[in-house]
Each structure stands twice: as structure tokens, then as C-alpha cells.
Nanobody, 114 residues
């Protein structure tokens, strides 16, 4: 069983930045594909970014060039650096770990508003 704990959410003005962190425990972190998803009110959960155990990344078109996902296998942590934030980025952001099974964190709220 893998436990995921997100942190780093908050409120920011448009154009601002936030960095989300997700600390994992209870599994072999280095073998998992780690991802960040988000869910806005009234919308389905969507993939934001994903990083494989080898460091290959992919991003949703809406965040390309603004968000960067990275991982530190020594710290069992995955990060999401979010720059040039827009109001449409407002959502609950969830950390995800996938290998044979899939695990989710509890989510962290990101609000982008002036």
C-alpha cells in the first residue's frame, strides 16, 4: 500500500507561481509512474502531467510550457512547478502513483484569482 501526501497548494494571483509536492511512503517509489491530476468544480478529473521512473514526462496541452513535473527518488517525492498560473488552473490537484495498482492522495486546493 502506498500513501501519498500532497502539499503546497494555496491561493495566488494570475501570473503567479506555486510548487506542489507529493511525498510517498509504503512502496518502492522509484518504480512508479507518478502523475498530477486536477479536478475543477463540475468537471471530470484530468491528467496534468506524468513522469515515468526513467524521467520521461508528458503534459496536458493546457499546461505545456508553464508547468514542470519532476521527481526525486532519493526523497520519494514528486513535484509540480506551476508558473504563469491562470484562473482556469483553479482546481483540486491530486497526486497519483501507478504501477500494477493505482494510488491517490487526498488532494490540495489551488486557487488562481485576482
Amino acid at each position: 500500500q502506498v500513501q501519498l501526501v500532497e502539499s503546497g497548494g494555496g491561493s495566488v494571483q494570475p501570473g503567479g507561481s506555486l510548487r506542489l509536492s507529493c511525498a510517498a511512503s509504503g512502496g518502492i517509489f522509484s518504480i512508479y509512474v507518478m502523475g498530477w491530476y486536477r479536478q475543477a468544480p463540475g468537471k471530470q478529473r484530468e491528467l496534468v502531467a506524468r513522469i515515468t521512473h526513467g524521467g520521461t514526462t508528458n503534459y496536458a496541452d493546457s499546461v505545456k510550457g508553464r508547468f514542470t513535473i519532476s521527481r526525486d527518488n532519493a526523497k520519494n517525492t514528486v513535484y509540480l512547478q506551476m508558473n504563469s498560473l491562470k484562473p482556469e488552473d483553479t482546481a483540486v490537484y491530486y497526486c497519483n502513483a501507478a504501477y500494477v495498482a493505482t494510488f491517490w492522495g487526498q488532494g490540495t486546493q489551488v486557487t488562481v484569482s485576482s
